[in-house]
């Protein structure tokens, strides 16, 4: 009998406990192994939806960068026929997230992998935003210098333009006020802009507006978990 690696999503929101649908707890149990983004986490959010795993029955691996140490130790335990969880910090393992490191292993081993529904912060600020869902790139994180900051933002605006495309990007929660306000100085009055914010969460927050009436808007997103969405029309 040969491994499984389970993709198990992760809440957004602690509090967010029905995004997770059952199906889920029978497949972690069904586990040997865990390789989880953030151990403590993982600990907590598997307690928090089934109280009868008992967590020390596990083996646990940090993923951190999936540096050859982590995979040397995923192989092993292919190589052992156990069952894998991995774990993403919040949502799912593989998007915008390190385990892709590993699935991308399992792949290369020829190991099923079965991917577990679950809330994802980037589809559901893009269902949320009404920006174009049949045309999207997700970029990741945009530079920090300020130069490079303001290139990047300019040279999205104009790719979107041409393929009338969404693009959705994020940035540390910290940094969420200063991005808002280079993309406010930066990008065209007519662009569209979404501002998706502790998404599953009881203050849910998603607003699409131009980036000319973002500039009447008063906005604190400090250190809140934010997925931003441009479209040049």
Not at 77 to 102: F, M, R, T
Not at 189 to 209: D, M
Not at 210 to 231: G, M, Q, R, S
Request: hydrophobic residues 40%; glycine residues 4%; aromatic residues 8%.
């Amino acid at each position: 009998m040969s491994s499984i690696v389970y993709l198990v999503p992760c809440v957004l929101d602690d509090s967010a406990l029905n995004t997770i649908p059952h199906y889920i707890i029978d497949s972690v149990k069904n586990c040997q192994v865990i390789f989880a983004e953030n151990e403590r986490t993982a600990r907590r959010f598997l307690k928090s939806i089934c109280k009868e795993i008992i967590i020390d029955d596990y083996e646990w691996f940090t993923i951190h960068k999936a540096e050859e140490e982590q995979k040397n130790s995923f192989r092993q335990k292919i190589k052992e026929q156990k069952n894998i969880a991995i774990i993403s910090e919040a949502g799912c393992p593989g998007i915008a997230d390190p385990g892709q490191v590993l699935i991308g292993l399992a792949q290369q081993l020829n190991v099923v992998v079965k991917p577990l529904v679950g809330p994802s912060s980037i589809l559901l600020a893009l269902m949320a935003s009404g920006m174009n869902g049949q045309q999207f790139e997700f970029v990741g994180y945009l530079p920090i210098d300020n130069f490079e900051r303001i290139k990047t933002l300019k040279e999205l605006e104009i790719t979107s333009h041409k393929k009338r495309s969404s693009v959705i990007f994020i940035e540390t929660p910290y940094r969420n006020n200063q991005l808002i306000d280079t993309i406010i100085k930066t990008c065209k009055p007519s662009t569209k802009i979404c501002i998706a914010a502790e998404l599953t969460g009881p203050n849910e927050y998603v607003k699409t507006k131009t980036v000319a009436e973002w500039k009447n808007e008063k906005t604190d997103f400090h250190k809140k978990p934010v997925i931003f969405l441009l479209l040049a029309e």
